[in-house]
């Protein structure tokens, strides 16, 4: 599993899959935060999401990814990417990579016609690539429900 935006909530997600038996990698953009996701049991590595090449090595022996960057900050414009352009762009490079499903957080403080948009391009690649995509639609701010949610819906990518 690879958790893309692994700060409080992908940490709690990865304490959940880890003994289960998943092995977890989680990415920042910081190299400071990286011993907050190995606490959590999770391989830590340096990502950029609006970088999909410093992405991408890291898909090497995942089953499935989880984009959760629902509640990104920042200039308005690069959000929106995380959400269209670099989104489908992952999306579409994943069918020539092992990853076979996808889970994408679709609630948060992210611009609810932005996630609109992604969540068409999402379940469009899930349709397209044949690939099994579940959506988060939990509210990130009521930590129990969405910690469920986004566990279940991993369960369901994995099969």
């Known amino acids: 599993m690879l958790i893309v935006g692994c700060g409080c909530r992908g940490q ?3 304490r959940e899959l880890v003994p289960a038996g998943h092995a977890v990698r989680g990415t920042t953009r910081s190299a400071d935060r990286k011993a907050a996701i190995e606490a959590a049991g999770a391989e830590a590595v340096v990502a950029d999401p609006d970088r999909l090449a410093s992405l991408l090595p890291w898909i090497e022996g995942v089953s499935a990814v989880c984009w959760l960057l629902a ?10 990417a995380l959400h269209g352009p670099r989104l489908r762009s992952l999306l579409e490079r994943l069918v020539d990579s092992p990853v076979r499903g996808f889970v994408y957080e679709a609630a948060g403080a992210v611009d609810p016609c932005v996630l609109e948009g992604a969540v068409a391009a999402v379940r469009g690649a899930g349709e397209s690539f044949r690939m099994p995509v579940e959506l988060v639609t939990a509210d990130p701010d009521d930590h129990g429900p969405w910690l469920a949610a986004a ?3 991993v369960g369901r990518v994995l099969g």
Do not use: C
């Open 12 to 14: 709690a997600l990865a």
């Open 71 to 80: 509640s990104a900050t920042g200039e308005p414009q690069q959000v929106a």
């Open 151 to 153: 566990s279940a819906a």
